[in-house]
Protein backbone atom coordinates (compact mmCIF):
# COMPACT_ATOMS: atom_id res chain seq x y z
CA UNK A 1 0.00 0.00 0.00
CA UNK A 2 1.17 3.70 -0.97
CA UNK A 3 1.32 5.84 1.94
CA UNK A 4 -0.38 9.37 0.34
CA UNK A 5 2.81 11.37 -0.18
CA UNK A 6 4.25 8.60 -1.94
CA UNK A 7 1.01 8.30 -4.01
CA UNK A 8 1.25 12.39 -4.40
CA UNK A 9 4.40 11.41 -6.13
CA UNK A 10 3.32 8.80 -8.48
CA UNK A 11 0.88 11.41 -9.38
CA UNK A 12 3.38 13.58 -10.28
CA UNK A 13 5.33 11.02 -12.18
CA UNK A 14 2.47 9.54 -14.33
CA UNK A 15 -0.17 11.87 -14.21
CA UNK A 16 -2.81 9.13 -13.54
CA UNK A 17 -3.02 6.75 -10.35
CA UNK A 18 -5.17 4.19 -9.12
CA UNK A 19 -6.84 4.17 -5.18
CA UNK A 20 -9.28 3.13 -3.10
CA UNK A 21 -10.56 4.13 0.32
CA UNK A 22 -7.55 4.16 3.28
CA UNK A 23 -7.18 4.95 6.67
CA UNK A 24 -5.27 8.42 5.07
CA UNK A 25 -8.37 8.68 2.23
CA UNK A 26 -11.89 9.59 3.43
CA UNK A 27 -11.94 7.67 6.80
CA UNK A 28 -14.85 8.87 7.75
CA UNK A 29 -16.69 7.12 5.17
CA UNK A 30 -17.09 3.86 6.07
CA UNK A 31 -18.89 5.48 9.52
CA UNK A 32 -21.39 7.72 7.46
CA UNK A 33 -21.88 4.43 5.36
CA UNK A 34 -22.77 2.57 8.80
CA UNK A 35 -25.11 5.04 9.81
CA UNK A 36 -27.09 4.59 6.52
CA UNK A 37 -27.50 1.38 6.59
CA UNK A 38 -28.54 1.11 10.43
CA UNK A 39 -31.35 4.14 9.39
CA UNK A 40 -32.24 2.51 6.05
CA UNK A 41 -31.10 5.01 4.07
CA UNK A 42 -28.40 3.24 1.96
CA UNK A 43 -30.75 3.77 -1.22
CA UNK A 44 -31.46 7.55 -0.66
CA UNK A 45 -30.82 8.97 -3.76
CA UNK A 46 -29.29 12.35 -2.02
CA UNK A 47 -27.19 10.34 0.20
CA UNK A 48 -25.67 8.20 -2.47
CA UNK A 49 -24.70 11.75 -4.56
CA UNK A 50 -23.22 13.60 -1.33
CA UNK A 51 -21.24 9.99 0.03
CA UNK A 52 -19.78 9.85 -4.06
CA UNK A 53 -19.23 13.35 -4.32
CA UNK A 54 -17.68 14.74 -0.98
CA UNK A 55 -15.02 11.80 -1.95
CA UNK A 56 -14.64 13.53 -5.37
CA UNK A 57 -14.27 17.36 -4.39
CA UNK A 58 -12.64 16.53 -1.61
CA UNK A 59 -9.60 15.61 -4.01
CA UNK A 60 -9.65 19.01 -5.32
CA UNK A 61 -10.61 18.54 -8.86
CA UNK A 62 -10.67 20.83 -11.83
CA UNK A 63 -13.13 18.39 -13.50
CA UNK A 64 -14.65 15.13 -12.92
CA UNK A 65 -16.37 12.54 -15.39
CA UNK A 66 -19.16 9.74 -13.75
CA UNK A 67 -19.55 6.94 -15.20
CA UNK A 68 -23.38 6.41 -13.72
CA UNK A 69 -24.34 2.33 -14.16
CA UNK A 70 -28.04 1.40 -14.70
CA UNK A 71 -29.61 -2.01 -15.45
CA UNK A 72 -29.77 -5.48 -13.57
CA UNK A 73 -25.85 -5.57 -12.76
CA UNK A 74 -25.96 -1.87 -11.18
CA UNK A 75 -27.25 -0.22 -7.90
CA UNK A 76 -29.82 1.74 -9.86
CA UNK A 77 -32.05 -0.88 -11.70
CA UNK A 78 -34.09 1.77 -13.33
CA UNK A 79 -32.72 4.78 -15.85
CA UNK A 80 -35.11 7.35 -14.31
CA UNK A 81 -33.24 6.62 -11.10
CA UNK A 82 -29.80 6.59 -12.30
CA UNK A 83 -30.69 9.96 -14.13
CA UNK A 84 -31.65 11.60 -10.80
CA UNK A 85 -28.36 9.90 -9.14
CA UNK A 86 -26.53 11.33 -12.25
CA UNK A 87 -28.11 15.01 -12.24
CA UNK A 88 -27.99 15.10 -8.33
CA UNK A 89 -24.06 14.83 -8.66
CA UNK A 90 -23.32 16.57 -11.83
CA UNK A 91 -25.34 19.82 -9.67
CA UNK A 92 -23.10 19.38 -6.69
CA UNK A 93 -19.71 19.20 -9.16
CA UNK A 94 -20.79 22.27 -10.35
CA UNK A 95 -21.90 23.65 -8.05
CA UNK A 96 -18.78 23.40 -6.07
CA UNK A 97 -17.11 25.03 -9.51
CA UNK A 98 -15.87 21.47 -10.71
CA UNK A 99 -16.27 20.75 -14.46
CA UNK A 100 -19.14 17.77 -13.93
CA UNK A 101 -20.35 15.45 -16.49
CA UNK A 102 -22.29 11.80 -16.14
CA UNK A 103 -22.32 9.35 -18.79
CA UNK A 104 -25.00 7.02 -18.33
CA UNK A 105 -24.36 3.32 -19.18
CA UNK A 106 -26.25 0.06 -19.90
CA UNK A 107 -25.69 -2.80 -16.98
CA UNK A 108 -28.51 -4.90 -18.31
CA UNK A 109 -25.38 -7.65 -19.89
CA UNK A 110 -21.80 -7.32 -18.32
CA UNK A 111 -19.33 -5.12 -20.09
CA UNK A 112 -16.61 -6.82 -21.86
CA UNK A 113 -16.44 -10.70 -21.74
CA UNK A 114 -15.34 -11.40 -18.17
CA UNK A 115 -16.21 -11.61 -14.70
CA UNK A 116 -13.62 -12.64 -12.33
CA UNK A 117 -10.08 -10.71 -11.16
CA UNK A 118 -7.82 -11.95 -12.81
CA UNK A 119 -9.47 -12.82 -16.14
CA UNK A 120 -10.61 -8.81 -16.06
CA UNK A 121 -6.52 -7.65 -15.62
CA UNK A 122 -6.37 -9.73 -19.17
CA UNK A 123 -8.97 -8.64 -20.34
CA UNK A 124 -8.33 -4.99 -19.96
CA UNK A 125 -5.00 -5.56 -20.88
CA UNK A 126 -5.87 -6.93 -24.30
CA UNK A 127 -8.00 -3.52 -24.54
CA UNK A 128 -4.13 -1.26 -23.62
CA UNK A 129 -2.70 -3.28 -26.30
CA UNK A 130 -5.49 -2.00 -29.05
CA UNK A 131 -7.99 -4.94 -28.85
CA UNK A 132 -10.12 -6.14 -26.45
CA UNK A 133 -14.28 -6.50 -26.47
CA UNK A 134 -15.75 -3.70 -28.54
CA UNK A 135 -18.16 -2.34 -25.35
CA UNK A 136 -15.08 -2.57 -23.33
CA UNK A 137 -13.12 -0.68 -25.89
CA UNK A 138 -15.79 1.82 -26.25
CA UNK A 139 -16.37 2.62 -22.90
CA UNK A 140 -13.20 3.58 -22.47
CA UNK A 141 -12.53 5.93 -25.46
CA UNK A 142 -15.84 7.81 -24.36
CA UNK A 143 -14.88 7.88 -20.67
CA UNK A 144 -11.62 9.32 -21.72
CA UNK A 145 -13.23 11.57 -24.76
CA UNK A 146 -14.96 13.38 -21.90
CA UNK A 147 -11.89 13.80 -19.91
CA UNK A 148 -10.52 15.54 -22.30
CA UNK A 149 -13.37 17.99 -22.99
CA UNK A 150 -13.43 18.44 -19.36
CA UNK A 151 -9.71 19.18 -19.31
CA UNK A 152 -9.70 21.69 -21.85
CA UNK A 153 -7.40 19.96 -24.07
CA UNK A 154 -10.57 19.12 -26.91
CA UNK A 155 -13.27 21.18 -28.05
CA UNK A 156 -14.61 18.55 -29.79
CA UNK A 157 -15.45 15.02 -29.03
CA UNK A 158 -14.52 13.75 -32.02
CA UNK A 159 -10.92 14.84 -32.04
CA UNK A 160 -10.56 13.83 -28.77
CA UNK A 161 -11.40 10.45 -29.69
CA UNK A 162 -9.00 9.90 -32.50
CA UNK A 163 -6.55 11.88 -30.33
CA UNK A 164 -7.31 8.54 -27.62
CA UNK A 165 -7.69 5.93 -30.51
CA UNK A 166 -3.81 6.95 -31.23
CA UNK A 167 -2.80 6.49 -28.30
CA UNK A 168 -4.48 3.09 -27.44
CA UNK A 169 -4.06 1.44 -30.69
CA UNK A 170 -0.06 2.70 -30.37
CA UNK A 171 0.74 1.31 -27.01
CA UNK A 172 1.24 4.42 -25.34
CA UNK A 173 -1.60 3.51 -22.74
CA UNK A 174 0.28 0.32 -22.14
CA UNK A 175 2.90 1.28 -21.69
CA UNK A 176 1.34 4.10 -19.25
CA UNK A 177 -0.48 1.60 -17.28
CA UNK A 178 2.59 -0.99 -16.86
CA UNK A 179 4.51 1.84 -15.40
CA UNK A 180 1.90 2.87 -13.20
CA UNK A 181 1.30 -0.77 -11.91
CA UNK A 182 4.95 -1.40 -11.41
CA UNK A 183 5.25 2.15 -8.83
CA UNK A 184 2.11 0.80 -7.32
CA UNK A 185 3.97 -2.27 -6.10
CA UNK A 186 2.05 -4.91 -8.97
CA UNK A 187 4.37 -6.77 -10.75
CA UNK A 188 5.15 -6.09 -14.52
CA UNK A 189 5.89 -8.97 -15.93
CA UNK A 190 2.53 -9.98 -15.58
CA UNK A 191 1.44 -7.12 -17.85
CA UNK A 192 3.57 -8.27 -20.24
CA UNK A 193 2.89 -11.35 -20.31
CA UNK A 194 -0.54 -12.47 -19.16
CA UNK A 195 -0.31 -16.29 -19.13
CA UNK A 196 1.55 -15.25 -15.54
CA UNK A 197 -1.81 -13.92 -14.12
CA UNK A 198 -3.24 -16.73 -11.43
CA UNK A 199 -5.08 -19.48 -13.91
CA UNK A 200 -7.86 -22.07 -12.61
CA UNK A 201 -7.55 -25.53 -12.23
CA UNK A 202 -10.28 -26.59 -14.62
CA UNK A 203 -12.75 -24.99 -17.06
CA UNK A 204 -16.04 -26.07 -17.26
CA UNK A 205 -18.66 -24.77 -20.76
CA UNK A 206 -22.13 -24.00 -20.31
CA UNK A 207 -23.89 -24.52 -23.37
CA UNK A 208 -27.10 -23.25 -24.99
CA UNK A 209 -29.71 -26.12 -24.60
CA UNK A 210 -32.04 -24.00 -27.07
CA UNK A 211 -31.98 -22.14 -30.17
CA UNK A 212 -32.31 -18.39 -30.19
CA UNK A 213 -31.61 -15.50 -30.17
CA UNK A 214 -29.82 -13.96 -26.84
CA UNK A 215 -32.69 -11.09 -25.35
CA UNK A 216 -30.69 -9.99 -21.99
CA UNK A 217 -28.64 -10.49 -19.49
CA UNK A 218 -29.65 -10.95 -15.32
CA UNK A 219 -25.69 -9.29 -14.63
CA UNK A 220 -26.27 -9.61 -11.39
CA UNK A 221 -27.35 -13.52 -11.42
CA UNK A 222 -24.20 -13.91 -13.66
CA UNK A 223 -22.40 -11.72 -10.82
CA UNK A 224 -23.58 -13.78 -8.10
CA UNK A 225 -22.71 -16.97 -10.00
CA UNK A 226 -18.80 -16.17 -10.05
CA UNK A 227 -19.24 -14.79 -6.54
CA UNK A 228 -20.03 -18.76 -5.42
CA UNK A 229 -16.65 -19.69 -7.51
CA UNK A 230 -15.10 -17.71 -5.35
CA UNK A 231 -14.66 -14.84 -7.87
CA UNK A 232 -16.73 -12.15 -5.21
CA UNK A 233 -17.53 -12.72 -1.70
CA UNK A 234 -20.73 -13.07 0.40
CA UNK A 235 -18.62 -11.37 3.33
CA UNK A 236 -16.35 -9.02 4.27
CA UNK A 237 -14.04 -12.59 6.10
CA UNK A 238 -14.15 -14.08 2.65
CA UNK A 239 -11.57 -15.62 0.95
CA UNK A 240 -11.12 -14.32 -2.81
CA UNK A 241 -9.60 -16.46 -5.33
CA UNK A 242 -8.35 -14.14 -8.65
CA UNK A 243 -8.24 -17.30 -10.49
CA UNK A 244 -11.55 -18.17 -10.71
CA UNK A 245 -14.65 -16.42 -12.56
CA UNK A 246 -16.46 -16.85 -16.16
CA UNK A 247 -16.18 -15.69 -19.31
CA UNK A 248 -19.08 -15.15 -21.68
CA UNK A 249 -18.72 -16.40 -25.53
CA UNK A 250 -22.51 -14.45 -26.56
CA UNK A 251 -23.97 -11.06 -26.07
CA UNK A 252 -27.29 -9.81 -25.97
CA UNK A 253 -28.50 -9.76 -29.71
CA UNK A 254 -26.82 -12.95 -30.81
CA UNK A 255 -27.56 -15.77 -32.61
CA UNK A 256 -27.21 -19.28 -30.67
CA UNK A 257 -28.15 -22.99 -31.20
CA UNK A 258 -28.38 -25.34 -29.53
CA UNK A 259 -24.86 -27.01 -28.06
CA UNK A 260 -23.27 -23.48 -28.49
CA UNK A 261 -20.84 -22.53 -26.24
CA UNK A 262 -22.75 -19.28 -24.00
CA UNK A 263 -19.94 -19.50 -21.21
CA UNK A 264 -16.86 -20.99 -19.71
CA UNK A 265 -16.05 -21.19 -15.91
CA UNK A 266 -12.67 -21.18 -14.70
CA UNK A 267 -13.02 -23.00 -11.10
CA UNK A 268 -10.90 -24.38 -8.52
CA UNK A 269 -13.49 -25.67 -6.17
CA UNK A 270 -16.20 -27.60 -7.63
CA UNK A 271 -18.65 -27.13 -4.42
CA UNK A 272 -20.70 -24.98 -5.83
CA UNK A 273 -20.45 -25.36 -9.23
CA UNK A 274 -23.68 -26.71 -9.64
CA UNK A 275 -25.22 -23.86 -8.72
CA UNK A 276 -22.85 -21.54 -10.04
CA UNK A 277 -24.15 -23.30 -13.65
CA UNK A 278 -28.05 -23.39 -12.98
CA UNK A 279 -27.49 -20.02 -12.03
CA UNK A 280 -25.44 -18.80 -14.84
CA UNK A 281 -27.89 -20.56 -16.94
CA UNK A 282 -30.91 -18.79 -15.94
CA UNK A 283 -29.33 -15.30 -16.17
CA UNK A 284 -29.18 -15.56 -19.85
CA UNK A 285 -32.34 -15.27 -21.63
CA UNK A 286 -33.06 -17.02 -24.94
CA UNK A 287 -35.91 -16.26 -27.18
CA UNK A 288 -37.21 -16.59 -30.84
CA UNK A 289 -37.09 -13.27 -32.26
CA UNK A 290 -33.87 -11.52 -32.42
CA UNK A 291 -34.07 -8.13 -29.95
CA UNK A 292 -33.94 -4.64 -30.65
CA UNK A 293 -30.40 -2.99 -29.68
CA UNK A 294 -29.88 -1.11 -26.55
CA UNK A 295 -26.70 1.22 -27.08
CA UNK A 296 -24.03 1.05 -24.40
CA UNK A 297 -24.29 4.91 -23.45
CA UNK A 298 -27.59 5.44 -23.05
CA UNK A 299 -27.65 9.41 -21.99
CA UNK A 300 -24.87 12.18 -21.39
CA UNK A 301 -25.58 14.92 -18.60
CA UNK A 302 -24.15 17.74 -18.11
CA UNK A 303 -24.82 20.69 -15.88
CA UNK A 304 -27.67 23.26 -16.87
CA UNK A 305 -26.72 26.49 -17.70
Known amino acids: DLDLQ ?3 DMLRRHHCGLIGQTAEIAPADRKLYALRDATGTVESIPLIASSIMSKKLAEGLDGLVLDVKVGSGAFMKRQEDAAELARTMVTLGHDAGVRTTALLTDMDQ ?10 EVRESIE ?3 GGGPSD ?3 LTLELGAEMLLSAGTHTEREDALRTLTRLLDGGYAFERFRDIAADQGGDPRTI ?4 LLPSAERTVELKADAGGWISA ?6 GRAASLLGAGRARKEDPIDPAVGIVLHA ?8 GDPLATLHVNNARDLDEALRRCRAAIRIVAQKPEQVPLILDR ?3 EG
Open 217 to 222: FDTEAV
Open 127 to 129: VLR
Open 251 to 258: RRGARVES
Open 6 to 8: RFR
Open 110 to 119: PLGACIGNAL
Open 301 to 303: IEA
Open 192 to 195: DDPD
Open 136 to 138: LRE
